[in-house]
């Protein structure tokens, strides 16, 4: 059962533009969705996150956009620059817990 | 330096053959945790501490096994590997309010 879903698994947007990449969950007992960014050879690390409490992040040029009704949420990488190609992947936290439960991941990447 | 480091960062083994990971964190994280990373799975977890001598079954901990005998390492253990575990595998770890988790650089295993 996967409970955090990824949309798109790949993602080509040239630079400048604004790259969308969605998230969905099904446990209404998550309050907490960090993204974790990953370049090739390396490990994940944290971008930005949001609590279930609010409906927007923002970061620089990114920013996530949450509905908790509807059980979604999007990270908008906006002026995409090629060092933003990577992977993205949406996690989800909840009832108390404090492990991570990860999508599948979003490979984004960024013609010049 | 790099706070969560892992070794070694490739091993071949061979199918049967005993396999350990090492996973050491400088962070003073009561937290780890370890991943393994597949296309078209993403993160999954195997297995994570709370402390010292403390391991918990992840979500596909089935042929690995988790030690922790410091606040430091965190080894992941497969007894007898089968091509099934041919992946890249990361540790984490947390400060166990799940806000963060810091990832090591991961490990390419090859069982051949």
């Known amino acids: 059962q996967q409970q955090v879903r990824q949309s798109p698994q790949s993602l080509t947007v040239w630079e400048g533009e604004t790259a969308i990449l969605n998230c969905s969950y099904e446990?209404?007992?998550?309050?907490?969705f960090p993204w974790y960014q990953q370049f090739p050879g390396e490990g994940p690390a944290l971008l930005i996150s949001?609590?279930?409490?609010?409906n927007k992040k923002e970061d620089g040029r990114f920013t996530i956009f949450f509905n908790k009704r509807e059980k979604k949420l999007s990270l908008h990488i906006a002026d995409s620059q090629p060092g933003d190609s990577a992977t993205y992947f949406c996690?989800?936290?909840?009832?108390?817990?404090?492990?991570?439960?990860f999508g599948k991941g979003t490979q984004l990447i960024i013609q010049p | 330096e790099a706070a969560v480091t892992q070794s070694p960062r490739n091993k071949v083994a061979v199918t049967g053959g005993k396999v350990t990971l090492s996973c050491n964190q400088t962070?003073?994280?009561?937290?780890m945790y370890w991943y393994r990373q597949d296309t078209g799975h993403g993160l999954r977890l195997i297995h994570y501490?709370?402390?010292?001598?403390?391991?918990e079954k992840g979500d596909i901990p089935d042929g690995y096994k988790a030690s922790r005998p410091s606040q430091e390492n965190f080894s992941l253990i497969l007894e007898l590997a089968t091509p099934s575990q041919t992946s890249v595998y990361f540790c984490a770890s947390g400060d166990g309010t799940g806000i963060e988790q810091y990832f090591g650089p991961g490990t390419r295993l090859t069982v051949l």
């Open positions: 962070n003073n994280h009561n937290n």
């Open positions: 996690a989800a936290k909840g009832g108390g817990a404090d492990r991570l439960t």
């Open positions: 446990n209404s007992a998550f309050d907490y």
């Open positions: 949001i609590l279930s409490v609010s």
């Open positions: 501490s709370y402390g010292a001598g403390s391991t």
